[in-house]
């Protein structure tokens, strides 16, 4: 498939499990740890015990436009999810992300590989008191590997390798 480029338009790190995620401008990411002060990279994070493909999560803006349209309409009404409140930590937009499951993508100078899909969970609807796993199945994100480490920035261009 073809696609791109696309742009990073968010990055949000947390430093614990459950704490509030905080925006950045850029972040350091450093293969097979993920950003640099983030809950996972320090092992402090929900599934950090679990063994998985995380070094980084993205979720689609196109997913949250979906939300807030009631999209397909499978819930009540509509559902405002905001950047910081979906806990991956790059929203990316114009990039398919169930597409590049095991393939290669850079983001700057930073190159990914696709792990998994990410599956939305009970955790994330209970801290937000919003009824998400329903509406996020099949388009909760994209769990990835960092390849090539380095420092990523929001407006950054999201490209196939």
């Given at each position: 498939?073809?696609?791109?480029?696309?742009k990073l338009l968010y990055i949000h790190i947390a430093d614990n499990a459950s704490e509030e995620m905080k925006e950045l401008s850029e972040a350091e990411l450093i293969v097979g740890k993920g950003i640099v002060g983030d809950r996972y990279f320090k092992g402090t994070g929900k599934y950090s015990d679990i063994p998985d493909i995380r070094d980084i999560t993205i979720i689609e803006k196109e997913v949250l436009d979906a939300l807030k349209e009631n999209q397909p309409p499978i819930q009540?009404?509509?559902?405002?999810?905001?950047?910081?409140e979906h806990r991956r930590n790059l929203t990316s937009e114009g990039v398919p992300l169930n597409y590049l499951v095991k393939k290669r993508?850079?983001?700057?100078?930073?190159?990914?590989?696709?792990g998994r899909l990410n599956f939305p969970c009970k955790y994330l609807a209970d801290l937000l008191k919003k009824p998400l796993v329903l509406p996020l199945y099949n388009r909760s994100g994209l769990?990835?590997?960092?390849?090539?480490g380095g420092v990523i920035r929001v407006d950054d261009k999201i490209e196939a390798v």
């Open positions: 498939m073809k696609w791109g480029p696309g009540e009404k509509s559902i405002i999810l905001k950047p910081h993508f850079k983001i700057g100078e930073v190159i990914l590989e696709g769990n990835c590997k960092i390849i090539k």
